[in-house]
C-alpha cells in the first residue's frame, strides 16, 4: 500500500510530500495522527514548490550576484541608510510600483546592492530579470533586426521588478534613446526598474540625449524613485586590502 501511494505521488510530482511521507515511515519518526499526517504532508509539499519556484525564479533572472541583503556592508564612510535598506526588503516598493535609482562610483557595490534587492523580490515571488545596460541594448538592436522586437519588449514588461546596471557608461544613440523610451513608458506606474549607474541622476539627461525624450523618461523614473547614493571607497579595493 505504502509503495503505491509513494509511486503515485512521485507521478503527480508530489515531491517534496513524497520526501516527507517517506520520512514518516522510518522506524524512528514521529507518531503523527491523522490529521497531523495531512498538514505535515501538505506543508512539505507547499514549501517544496514555493523554494523550487524561487530557484526558477531565481535562475531565470541571471543577476550578476548570488547577493543577499543580509550581506550588505553598512560601513558609515558609505552613506548607506540601513533603515531604507532594509525596508526593501519587504518588497513595497514593488507593490506600489516604485523604481530605486542606484548610484556611486567604480567598485562601490551598486551592483551588489541591485541583485541582493533583486535576490529578495525572487524569494517573495516577483519575477525580475537583470541586465547590463549595454547587452541590454545590443540585444534590443539584434532583436529589432530579426524580428523579435516586440517579444522582447513584451518580456520586458511584464517582469514586476527590472534591473538594469551600468548605465550611462556609453551615451544612448537614436535606436537605444527610443527603445529606453519604450521600456520605461510600457512599465511606469505597472513595474519596478532598478537603475544602477556611476553618474549622478542629474548627469543622465545628458546620456539619454534629445532633450525631449530625456525629460520624458527621468520624469516617469524619478518621480517615484528612491535614491541610493553609494560614498567611499571601492568595496572592491577593500575587499582585496583585507587579503
Same mark, same amino acid.
Given at each position: 500500500m505504502n509503495t503505491q501511494t509513494l509511486e503515485q505521488m512521485k507521478q503527480l510530482r508530489f515531491y517534496g510530500m513524497l520526501r516527507a511521507f517517506n520520512? @514518516?515511515?522510518?522506524?524512528?519518526?514521529?507518531?503523527?495522527?491523522?490529521?497531523? =499526517?495531512?498538514?505535515? %504532508?501538505?506543508? $512539505?509539499?507547499? #514549501?517544496?514548490r514555493q523554494n523550487r519556484k524561487i530557484e526558477r525564479l531565481t535562475k531565470a533572472a541571471r543577476f550578476r550576484y548570488s547577493a543577499v541583503m543580509e550581506n550588505i556592508d553598512y560601513d558609515g564612510t558609505r552613506n548607506l541608510d540601513r533603515n531604507q535598506i532594509r525596508r526593501f526588503t519587504t518588497c513595497d516598493f514593488i507593490k506600489n510600483q516604485e523604481n530605486i535609482l542606484i548610484t556611486g562610483s567604480t567598485g562601490s557595490?551598486?551592483?551588489?546592492?541591485?541583485?541582493?534587492?533583486?535576490?529578495?523580490?525572487? @524569494?517573495?515571488?516577483?519575477?525580475?530579470?537583470?541586465?547590463?545596460?549595454?547587452? =541590454?541594448?545590443?540585444? %534590443?538592436?539584434? $532583436?529589432?533586426? #530579426?524580428g523579435s522586437y516586440l517579444k522582447q519588449i513584451d518580456r520586458l514588461e511584464k517582469q514586476d521588478l527590472l534591473i538594469i546596471d551600468d548605465f550611462g557608461l556609453k551615451a544612448l544613440d537614436n535606436l537605444n534613446r527610443h527603445s529606453f523610451m519604450?521600456?520605461?513608458?510600457?512599465?511606469?506606474?505597472?513595474?519596478?526598474?532598478?537603475?544602477?549607474?556611476?553618474?549622478?541622476?542629474?548627469?543622465?539627461?545628458?546620456?539619454?540625449?534629445?532633450?525631449?525624450?530625456?525629460?520624458?523618461?527621468?520624469?516617469?523614473?524619478?518621480?517615484?524613485?528612491?535614491?541610493?547614493?553609494?560614498?567611499?571607497?571601492?568595496?572592491?579595493?577593500? %575587499?582585496?586590502?583585507?587579503?
Amino acid at each position: 500500500m505504502n509503495t503505491q501511494t509513494l509511486e503515485q505521488m512521485k507521478q503527480l510530482r508530489f515531491y517534496g510530500m513524497l520526501r516527507a511521507f517517506n520520512t @514518516s515511515l522510518a522506524p524512528n519518526s514521529i507518531g503523527y495522527t491523522n490529521d497531523e =499526517l495531512i498538514a505535515y %504532508l501538505m506543508q $512539505s509539499e507547499w #514549501d517544496d514548490r514555493q523554494n523550487r519556484k524561487i530557484e526558477r525564479l531565481t535562475k531565470a533572472a541571471r543577476f550578476r550576484y548570488s547577493a543577499v541583503m543580509e550581506n550588505i556592508d553598512y560601513d558609515g564612510t558609505r552613506n548607506l541608510d540601513r533603515n531604507q535598506i532594509r525596508r526593501f526588503t519587504t518588497c513595497d516598493f514593488i507593490k506600489n510600483q516604485e523604481n530605486i535609482l542606484i548610484t556611486g562610483s567604480t567598485g562601490s557595490g551598486k551592483s551588489y546592492i541591485a541583485s541582493a534587492i533583486g535576490h529578495q523580490a525572487c @524569494s517573495q515571488g516577483f519575477k525580475a530579470m537583470y541586465f547590463n545596460a549595454n547587452k =541590454l541594448f545590443t540585444m %534590443l538592436k539584434i $532583436s529589432k533586426a #530579426d524580428g523579435s522586437y516586440l517579444k522582447q519588449i513584451d518580456r520586458l514588461e511584464k517582469q514586476d521588478l527590472l534591473i538594469i546596471d551600468d548605465f550611462g557608461l556609453k551615451a544612448l544613440d537614436n535606436l537605444n534613446r527610443h527603445s529606453f523610451m519604450e521600456i520605461i513608458e510600457d512599465r511606469h506606474g505597472k513595474r519596478s526598474t532598478i537603475i544602477a549607474s556611476q553618474l549622478p541622476v542629474e548627469a543622465w539627461h545628458e546620456i539619454i540625449g534629445e532633450q525631449t525624450i530625456a525629460d520624458a523618461i527621468l520624469d516617469r523614473l524619478v518621480h517615484t524613485a528612491h535614491r541610493i547614493n553609494i560614498k567611499g571607497e571601492s568595496m572592491r579595493k577593500k %575587499l582585496r586590502n583585507k587579503h
